[in-house]
């Protein structure tokens, strides 16, 4: 990476955090999955508040906001006057969700609340020959440390797929992809072991409506969007968060539901008014009467974890079975 190009970076991406609420604390040169170099941005929000809560931004080497970067095929010349604009809404976000206890966690509809970590950005083409896109990652079960499962993930994104994008770049894809790995674990096809090889997350165009222009992964009712926020607040305020509120507004969750930020609000209103939550603004803390449901999360959270456990025929495991 040129020190030319750095520094054009640098200065977009200082001013894209500024407007975000963000403040640029580090920059590094890394190394990527595929060997090669990357801009890598430590950022954070002003104040003690928040003390200790980071974003890592990972940038493949020749990624730029400016059309015209040398050996940059990522995007073509008229996505590229997008790209800053996307950038600043992702810091936006990311800004709102560093308020939350553990910004890293989120839930899935089956009621498991998740660590995402060690996601290897940017993507790198597949090393087996496929025409994908790949990148790896890391999802731990946040149940408070009784279990201590993870899964090691390398979610693939197909070449026509990644024509959708903006940009192959961590701030452009990963919604999308936590929101795939959720969907998964929904399906019960990753298995959370304490060791275990890599296991496969398709991100196919199956999630993309070109219609409505817009992800789908799950369609969901009321019932199950309030009982998504109530399992939500319960593992990542009262569990892991100390009583500290989260983020309820996440456009996040909004395109994993397939919903707005405005409903998951309105719901979240309805409920602090039925005393299960505390809501201030956008965040809601748990409340001791959500709290005094733990018997149904904890039961919700084993049954949704043995949902992800191979299932074997009982039968044929004891021979009685016909061959």
């Known amino acids: ?60 080497e020749a990624f730029d906001f400016e059309p015209g970067i040398p050996g940059d095929s990522s995007t073509s010349l008229g996505q590229k006057s997008h790209l800053l604009a996307e950038m600043t809404s992702h810091l936006a976000a990311e800004a709102r969700r560093l308020r939350n206890p553990r910004p890293d966690c989120y839930v899935t509809l089956g009621g498991l609340p998740l660590a995402f970590g060690n996601f290897q950005w940017p993507f790198h083409r597949s090393n087996s020959g496929g025409d994908t896109h790949i990148v790896h990652g890391e999802i731990r079960l946040a149940d408070g440390g009784s279990h201590n499962l993870h899964a090691k993930v390398a979610a693939s994104v197909t070449l026509t797929f990644a024509e959708i994008v903006p940009a192959m770049e961590q701030p452009y894809a990963e919604s ?60 990542l305020s009262g569990v892991l968060g100390e009583g500290n509120p989260v983020w309820i507004a996440d456009p996040r969750d909004a395109q994993y539901l397939n919903t707005t930020e405005a409903d998951l609000l309105r719901m979240a209103r309805n409920e602090a008014g039925e005393g299960l939550m505390a809501l201030n603004g956008e965040f809601a803390a748990a409340t001791p009467a959500l709290m005094a449901r733990a018997a149904e999360y904890r039961a919700a959270l084993e049954a949704a974890l043995n949902f992800t456990k191979p299932q074997f025929n009982e039968s044929m495991r004891s021979g009685h079975a016909n061959m």
Request: no cysteine; glycine share 8%.
């Open 1 to 60: 990476m040129t020190a030319e190009l750095k520094s054009s970076l640098v200065a977009s991406l200082e001013a894209a955090a500024a407007r975000a609420g963000l403040i640029l604390l580090s920059t590094a040169q890394g190394v990527g999955a595929n060997g090669r170099p990357t801009a890598q941005f430590q950022l954070g929000l002003p104040g003690d508040e928040t003390a200790g809560r980071t974003l890592k931004l990972e940038l493949s």
């Open 176 to 235: 999308f992809v936590y929101n795939a790995v959720r969907k998964t674990v929904d399906m019960g096809q990753l298995e959370f072991l304490k060791s275990g090889n890599r296991q496969p997350v398709p991100v196919t165009t199956r999630y993309y409506s070109r219609w409505q222009k817009k992800f789908i992964f799950t369609e969901t009712d009321d019932s199950e969007r309030l009982n998504y926020l109530l399992t939500k607040v319960y593992w």
